[in-house]
């Protein structure tokens, strides 16, 4: 397998906040490289990365799944090349700049574990009924050797109704991929509206019946009160000679 990044990093005697503002004024950051490589476990040891050139060195899509190739300079002299992930890293909390970075050195032909995004597809065929999307998970940690990672895993949502949910299990796995994340914790459901919004829409729906309703009941006094004038009239006109008398 080739790796589809390159980068170098040397290695940092110093540690400190000092050290570390030195580093950044030269475009780099503190980091720890740790893990195996294909000689087995390496010992933790501190280097100084380049933020541009890390960037450079993540493939736009798989972004922390790159396999980097990656060169260890000690005083400007390489001194050893390994596959790495890139495992971690920590940012300003106002600047957001990375400040930190984790590299874990991995054999290539074993298995490692990485976390991939989860992505959606289709409509899901209780909105018809009001139906409201909850999604719990928007990623999953699966194992697989470094190659084989995804670039994401897609899971047809299309199906769900009401009351329905979609488990890590319900998601298709390439070959050679086995999830790590637990088959039976859910990954996406498909609730029932609120009360509130169930109330309005009821409201909603009756309002234009109600106003029917007191249309056709306005239309029927009209004709009523006229029918009872026309009565009261005979009766007023037939009690004005009985006065004169």
């Known amino acids: 397998m080739s790796a589809i990044g390159q980068l170098t990093v ?60 990656v060169t260890v300079e000690d005083g400007g002299q390489a001194v050893r090349t390994l596959s790495a992930l890139l495992k971690d890293y920590q940012l300003d909390p106002v600047r957001r700049d990375v400040t930190h970075v984790d590299l874990l050195a991995i054999d290539p032909q074993k298995e490692v ?42 899971l047809d949502i299309s199906p769900l109704d009401i009351g329905d949910v979609l488990h ?4 298709q796995l390439p070959a050679g991929v086995i999830a790590v994340t637990g088959g039976r914790d859910a990954v996406i459901s498909l609730q029932a509206p609120e009360k509130e919004e169930v109330v309005a829409a009821a409201a909603d729906a009756a309002a234009p019946a109600d106003a029917a309703a007191a249309a056709a009941g306005a239309k029927g006094a009209a004709p009523a009160a006229a029918g009872k004038d026309a009565k009261a009239a005979p009766a007023a006109a037939a009690a004005k000679p009985a006065a004169k008398k």
């Open 168 to 171: 890590v299990s319900d998601v």
């Open 10 to 69: 040397s290695l940092r005697n110093t540690t400190g906040k000092g050290a570390a503002r030195q580093l950044r004024t030269q475009g780099k950051v503190p980091g720890v490289f740790y893990g195996a490589s294909t000689d087995g476990p390496i010992a933790p040891f501190q280097i100084a990365v380049d933020v541009k050139a890390l960037r450079a060195a993540l493939d736009p899509v798989r972004r922390q799944n790159t396999v980097i190739s």
């Open 113 to 154: 574990v990485a976390t991939v995004p989860l992505e959606f597809s289709g409509k899901p065929a209780g909105t018809i009924n009001g139906g409201v999307i909850h999604t719990v998970l928007r990623s999953m940690d699966v194992r697989c050797k470094p190659a084989d990672i995804p670039v994401k895993l897609v």
